[in-house]
């Protein structure tokens, strides 16, 4: 996922489009907002508790509670909107979860998500900051309807006082005299909003919340003239702005103690450093008190496949949630001595597991030896363990099952060693009897040179697709033929594709110059590709590609002509023809293997994809998500 820090513009094109008499408006309503703003935090932060005992999520908020992102399906990760709405979960939820807050299971929440990079708050005030721009038990889905004609809220919304994590009422505001129905939260423009799921919405606002004259971060939000108080980038001298590369003020110019230990350790922990590097856990744990267990590099590697297969820590959530568990907030750390003098003590993980630890013969923590410890600078504490806690066979198998894109193959040297993924699903489907046609095809037509290397995503025929057009009784040398190589080149799709990547109306190029369509029924597991129906997804071919199973051919046109052209029938591996009688070695006047169109574009056994021919007169060759209004499907 992308880390860039977001550049925050000094006004959106919607305001540069109001009149004066309108910036006067939003002005008014601007400062009101901050007004109240202001008056709430004053009150809110003179007694102990802090939170307005009116607001309707009042006990919410009292009770440290977050929504339930166990279950979060990251759609649309190369959309830019929700990239943000994921950085601020990612950067900003883990510091939460630190001061006790829990997740809570079919909670309504909103996600104010601002436009400012989490990673540039200081730490100090991270969580104020966080708290800011979260509302739990309530989701805005509504607010379109906050005002009436005179600016004045009388909805549901308003009278019913939501307010965020830190206590401070959420407002709503439309501009009165806009005519591109902007609306501002608690003084703010609204961006846009989106529906994560049904308890879950995000709304993202052009600016951030909380107190403008007491900024999260002096060297990064600048208090400047702008009324909407944007946060501006950093100021680079001598860089163009097409080349700056604003570094998030969180990294700091000394290493943290842990990570500085790690880097000074010649041998023993770069599994652990390498991964921890790559976590949420390096810009957090360094203002608390831990005690960390290590495992040793020969831990790590005891999960390794030898040559291929699956590694459990080749799947970051994994992998992050394994590292949670091996470390421990503790008021004070947990020293070796205080371990040899203990019978037993149980600490919980950061990640909600609890680990014990036995003194005695030895001292070890989940019967995994302890086999060095060192103290930090920071005065927490390192244990370098044997094992690494909390995986197991029955885990890793598990794991196994639901990742198989991510298991590693064997390096195959047939039938094709510069096309492993054509290789692998080749004797994938070799192996089923569902699929003796394709591999039969894939057998006759040279298509490697295509199809060389990895990530792809292979639509696979079933022999039934094969059977009802006819296509069984084709022989070899037409499947081998410039036109029948084409067609078989429209089943591959450059790029891996996952299910959750087959859109309704998405529209990919495939690997013959043509197109695909997916249509999927809301409501049903129908899914189509152009007129095929998927009878099996996401059939993983290692992590090489991805498989799709289905119950007709694409692009069959391209071959319907010589079902009945041709009077030959196929030859068996032995040379005799079906039928039982002698193979003729000469081709009848009557029989056109090769098209005449194709034969100019045979030069040199080289196949010319995207020749020109009437098939694909009406086609546009476009990249992946061609709007569908400018094309049309093959006949």
Known sequence: MSRKMLQVPMATLV??????????????????AATAATAATTSTTTTTTGIDASLKNAKLIEGKVLPDLAILQRVNQE???????????????????????????????????????????????????????????????????????NGNSNS?????????????????????KSHNNVWLLNGQQILHKLRINENLMAIAIDGYLGDRKSPYSKRNIQETNNRYNDPQPLEQPNITNAHAKVEP?????????????????????????????????????DDNAYTVLIPSDNAFQRWHPIDWGFYPFSVPE???????????????????????????????????EDVVFHGQPTPTVNNVSIMSDYN???????????????????????LHQMHKDKETPPLL????????????SFLALERDPRFTQITRYLNSAEIAPHISGANYTFFVPEDRAFEKLG?????????????????????????????????????????????????????SNYTSVNNAQITESEVFVYNLGTMYYLDDILYAHMLRDFVTKSTKTRSNRHGSDSGGGSRSTSRPSDVEIVPNEFEGEHNGGDYAIHGDDEDFEDEIITPKALPVQIYELPK
């Open 249 to 285: 003020v969180i990294k700091e110019s000394k290493a943290s103690p842990l990570m500085s230990f790690l880097a000074n350790m010649k041998t023993g922990t770069k599994v652990f450093q390498h991964f921890l590097s790559k976590s949420n856990l390096t810009r957090i744990m």
């Open 471 to 523: 296509f069984d009784k084709l022989s070899d040398e037409v499947m081998a033929s410039q036109r029948g190589v084409k067609m078989l080149l429209n089943h591959f799709v450059k790029g891996r594709l996952y299910n959750r990547d087959l859109r309704d109306n998405e529209v990919f190029e495939t690997i013959g110059g043509g197109h695909i369509k997916i249509t999927r029924n809301p409501g």
């Open 318 to 352: 994994f992998t992050e949630s394994v590292l949670r568990n091996h470390f421990l907030p503790m008021q004070r750390p947990l020293r070796l001595a205080d371990v040899r003098n203990m019978d037993e003590v149980v600490v919980p993980t950061m990640g909600g």
């Open 15 to 32: 305001l540069l489009s109001l009149s004066l008499l309108q910036i006067a408006d939003v002005a008014a309503v601007a400062d009101a």
């Open 376 to 398: 930090l600078s920071n005065g927490n504490q390192v244990f370098i363990i044997s094992e690494v806690l909390f995986v197991t066979e029955a885990v890793v198998s598990k």
């Open 156 to 176: 549901k919304e308003e009278e019913e006082s939501f307010g965020n994590g830190n206590g401070h009422k959420i407002v709503f505001r439309k501009l009165e």
């Open 79 to 149: 959309d830019e909107k929700w990239q943000q709405v994921y950085r601020f979960i990612d950067d900003g939820f883990p510091v939460l979860e630190l001061y006790g807050y829990k997740p809570k299971s079919d909670l309504p929440y909103t996600l104010i998500v601002p436009k400012i990079d989490v990673r540039s708050i200081e730490k100090p005030r991270l969580k104020e900051f966080m708290l800011e721009h979260v509302v739990p038990g309530k989701i805005f889905d509504s607010y379109s309807a906050v005002a009436n004609g």
């Open 413 to 424: 040297a047939f039938p094709w060693f510069g096309a492993q993924f054509l290789s692998h």
